[in-house]
């Protein structure tokens, strides 16, 4: 079943708790730690899951060791994000690693890209987006509570999501455009 409940003002400092360990155990491999999804927008309803995006060089078996030092756990099968209708560009766009938290950590969804690919860009645009148009972000909310309550599967929830996460994306496309947007300075 997914939950949906209020905004937390602890998220971002749980965030900031976990970032403080992974940088200091991932060193130089870690070119940005950043706080991404619905916990990273201040009053948005979300799942009681920090994401957490790390932003590598390359996705390799340096990276995974390091990770699996900290005590997370590499997540089976090949990972791609969803990728956006009519993108141009090769599919490595959307590869990334996935990794579950260690034992005893809060529930958190690791998410590891490679820094200037597609979806390493998508999140944090994503949410600097939702951050300045809090009506958009309101009505996502709304979106994602309806989607958990009437969803028989809910195995099914990022699936039938996406879509509407690709809508407020080309928004936030268009947004970047008329204001210059780029990548702020990593959260951690």
């Not at 969803?82 to 990794?99: D, N, V």
């Amino acid at each position: 079943m997914v939950e949906i409940i209020a905004y937390q003002e602890r998220w971002p400092i749980e965030f900031q708790q976990i970032a403080a360990v992974l940088h200091k155990g991932l060193e130089n491999t870690a070119l940005r730690i950043d706080h991404i999804g619905s916990t990273s927008v201040p009053g948005l309803d979300a799942k009681d899951v920090i994401d957490i995006q790390i932003s590598v060089r390359a996705l390799d078996g340096e990276f995974i060791q390091r990770m699996q030092a900290l005590g997370y756990q590499l997540a089976e099968g090949t990972w791609r994000d969803h990728c956006p209708p009519a993108f141009q560009g090769p599919a490595s766009e959307w590869e990334k690693l996935f990794f579950r938290p260690p034992t005893g950590q809060r529930r958190t969804n690791t998410h590891v890209r490679v820094l200037g690919r597609a979806n390493q860009r998508y999140p944090l645009l994503f949410r600097d987006y939702l951050r300045t148009h809090p009506a958009t972000a309101q009505a996502y909310a709304e979106l994602k509570r309806r989607l958990a309550a009437h969803l028989a599967n809910p195995d099914l929830y990022p699936e039938v999501k996406d879509p509407a996460v690709d809508l407020i994306y080309f928004a936030a496309e268009e947004w970047a455009l008329a204001t210059g947007w780029q990548m702020g300075a990593s959260d951690y």
